[in-house]
């Protein structure tokens, strides 16, 4: 009975060997999914903040925090050129794609320097943050790619 439970423990942990080494093989994620991954993470946790006024008052200095985080990620994602190739119904993606990032650089400046005031308003930042949340949609009707994988 004891050989028994040896080989199944010996066989999955090959298995789990040969399967986990597997995923570690390839990188194919770019450099803009990366970004936006980042961004998608502060972006969750501003909303969180700016759900309702007493979400707000008790996570303000994180969606504080965040809010300068996203101008980081917008300054990083507008060099990356990669999903421009892949723009829809768009006659000049170039063009299109940096309008589209200085908005989204524009807005999550405006919404840093309304979240990191001494005394930040609920209904101002939560107006800024919409007003992120729509450049993102916007720039996501034009260059988001759906993953043709699954």
Not at 4 to 33: C, H, N, P, R
Not at 55 to 76: G, I, N, R, T
């Amino acid at each position: 009975m004891l050989r028994k439970w040896m080989v199944f423990g010996l066989s999955a942990g090959i298995l789990i060997a040969f399967a986990g080494a597997g995923f570690g093989l390839t990188d194919d994620e770019s450099e803009l999914e990366k970004v936006m991954e980042k961004v998608n993470k502060a972006n969750n946790a501003i909303k969180k903040g700016v759900r309702t006024p007493v979400a707000f008052k008790k996570m303000h200095k994180d969606a504080a925090k965040q809010s300068k985080e996203m101008v980081k990620l917008a300054k990083a994602s507008k060099p990356i050129k990669e999903a421009v190739g892949r723009a829809k119904n768009e006659a000049n993606p170039q063009k299109k794609w940096d309008e589209l990032m200085d908005d989204f650089i524009e807005k999550s400046e405006k919404l840093a320097g309304t979240a990191n005031k001494t005394e930040p308003d609920y209904d101002d930042t939560k107006k800024a943050f919409s007003a992120v949340s729509k450049t993102c949609s916007d720039c996501h009707k034009v260059f988001r790619v759906e993953d043709e994988k699954f």
